[in-house]
């Protein structure tokens, strides 16, 4: 009985905690956006290290890469320009810059790092113009954010 309810906590705090973490995606036209924010306590020391990243409950990191759509795949890389600021609840606004990292296997990620608090909720607005394109498209998404 013990052993079930163990098994049956474990499973809950992993579907939970990949709910609060889980990349999310936005298709405009030819391209898909996955973007996601956490707090970068959860990065290895090794990915923290290699990319000049602050390991810390109360910093929030913004990861976003673009795909161009290519049929029976994936999709391709793409460089874009992005603008991204977080604003919270007391209408506080963060500018953040935004940086390219090129991984060695070809993918391209932009990230971009502020402060949070505990259950600090941040709105998120970015705007990205691919590589190439002439039309820049927008969006926003939440994130709340547990650093305790």
């Not at 923290?48 to 976003?64: D, G, Q």
């Not at 991984?103 to 990230?111: C, L, V």
């Not at 909720?121 to 590589?131: A, F, G, M, V, W």
Request: a positive charge; glycine letters at 2%.
């Amino acid at each position: 009985m013990i052993k079930r309810l163990f098994f049956i906590v474990v499973i809950s705090l992993s579907v939970a905690v990949s709910q609060v973490y889980a990349e999310q995606s936005k298709s405009f036209g030819e391209y898909t956006v996955h973007f996601s924010a956490f707090t970068t306590d959860i990065l290895s020391p090794e990915i923290a290290k290699a990319y000049r990243i602050p390991r810390s409950k109360n910093r929030a990191l913004l990861n976003i890469s673009v795909l161009k759509k290519v049929m029976n795949t994936a999709g391709s890389p793409v460089k874009a320009k992005i603008k991204a600021s977080a604003t919270n609840l007391s209408s506080q606004l963060r500018d953040l810059n935004v940086r390219e990292l090129d991984d060695k296997s070809g993918a391209i990620y932009y990230i971009a790092e502020t402060t949070v608090d505990n259950e600090e909720t941040l709105k998120y607005s970015l705007t990205i113009l691919p590589e190439g394109e002439n039309e820049n498209f927008s969006f926003d998404f939440q994130q709340q954010f547990f650093t305790r």
